[in-house]
């Protein structure tokens, strides 16, 4: 491989991970939405944990509130939250 292929695969994995991890980070804040589910507005609550240390966050809406008609208002949320910063200061 020539010192020019090794530097442009170099180059290569930075910008990927400068465009990358924004881009990540961004598309789980916005499904974190604040904390807030994007259905019903429900505060959304910690159900879970995997080894990695991403956390399952849920709507609770889904079971709790109903229409007049009995049905569930909210068709149910749920995201997984990798990124500490997006989920800091609703974790207790
Ligand atoms: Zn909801």
Not at 38 to 46: A, N, Q, T, Y
Request: proline letters at 5%; hydrophobic letters at 35%; charged letters at 25%.
């Amino acid at each position: 491989m020539s010192t020019y292929a090794s530097i442009a695969i170099m180059v290569g994995i930075v910008l990927l991970f400068a465009i990358g991890i924004p881009l990540a980070y961004r598309s789980e804040k916005k499904a974190f939405n604040n904390g807030k589910c994007p259905h019903c507005g429900s505060d959304l609550k910690w159900e879970d944990s995997d080894s990695q240390g991403g956390r399952l966050w849920m709507c609770p809406g889904h079971y709790t509130i109903k229409d007049k008609y009995g049905k569930p208002l909210c068709p149910g949320y749920s995201c997984w939250i990798s990124y500490g910063r997006v989920d800091k200061k609703f974790r207790k």
